[in-house]
């Protein structure tokens, strides 16, 4: 079991001075949860009080409720046992982009019980480094991966992914089962549902990632099968498009086009200050969206779209038109009207144009 801090603790430990009063709150959020005192429990938590790493600090939710689930386990009787990345070596390859997938893990293991390990972090040049936002999916399936799981399932605050986000666009319809690669399209384009690197260690041994939600309304598998003719969009907001000529290429970029040494490229706006000095000439639009369309794609609907946002008067730009998806570019003021046109030509909607 891989578990997440709960009560959007880690929003607390970003944002607020760690003091006693601080961990207190935290504290009885926990017991609050398990039903009973403890102070193992509150050992732990109490733990960062003088704490000045910022990755320990804000991975101590994860770590926190891993103890707590293991408390409430141990009181109903279950054989269970806590294991953090640091005691498991779940250790970041050299430039600390990626999990080790080291079959050594697996001898950490190998009693039968119920193992819980904190997700969200793993260990970099023997330190604490965050896996970023969605993280503890990246543990889950790097664990998956590692032990040769049959599955993977991953609880969530909704029940499955939808044709589009339902907040944005009228009558999503569920998907019940998408490919790897264009579940990795859409998690990387915005589809908060999963993090994007959590489909790879899946993906390599064909292992079902499956996504259900707490109320048991239904359920996503990302694997090799899909629905006939899935079709889905997700989007990113607030960004800025960049146009200029490089000194060297950016990293941890959304989208870069590169000819000789000029260079368009697109990133999160908290971003640009990383990158700007990559460029010795440097122009920017900002209040951008992206948006991709992914999945059984035909001509006929691209050009149906591209036809329907000319005729609606958008202004937009289509960075990449391929096989099974479409990346366009759009004023963010148009994004919600842009996704409910493309919503409705992709499921024959009538008075799309």
Known sequence: ??????????????????????????????AGQMGFESEKLKERVYEILNEKDYEKIISHGERCNSLALKLFLEKEGFNVEEKLPEEIELNLTKNGEKIELKRSIKSYFKEKKIYIVPGFYAIHNGKIKTLGRGGSDYTATALANILDAENVTLYKDVSQLFTCDPKLVK???????????????LSYFGAKIIQYKAIAPAKSKNIPI?????????????????????????????????????????????YIDIFQNNANVIIE???????????????????????????????????????????????????????N???????????????NVIHNILFAREGVI
């Not at 009558?171 to 399209?185: D, R, V």
């Not at 149906?304 to 202004?315: A, E, Q, T």
């Not at 998806?325 to 919600?336: D, G, Q, R, S, T």
């Open 1 to 30: 079991m891989v578990v997440s801090a709960p009560y959007r603790v880690t929003d607390l430990l970003l944002n607020n001075q760690i003091n006693k009063k601080l961990l207190e709150n935290i504290y009885q959020k926990l």
């Open 269 to 323: 706006k908290e971003k640009f200050e990383s990158i700007k000095d990559n460029f010795s000439t440097i122009t920017i639009k900002e209040n951008l969206s992206l948006i991709l369309v992914g999945g059984d794609l035909d001509i006929g609907k691209k050009l149906l779209i591209l036809n329907s946002l000319y005729f609606h008067k958008f202004n937009f730009w289509l960075l990449k038109d391929a096989k």
């Open 171 to 185: 009558n999503p319809f569920p998907i019940t089962k998408i490919s790897y690669e264009i579940a990795e399209l």
């Open 210 to 254: 499956i996504i259900k939600g707490l109320d048991k309304s239904g359920s996503t598998i990302i694997g090799n099968e899909t629905n006939v003719g899935v079709l889905s969009i997700s989007f990113l907001k607030d960004l800025l498009f960049i146009n200029g000529k490089l000194k060297k290429i950016p990293k941890n970029v959304k």
């Open 325 to 339: 998806f479409l990346i366009l570019l759009v004023e963010n003021k148009n994004l919600k009207n842009i996704l």
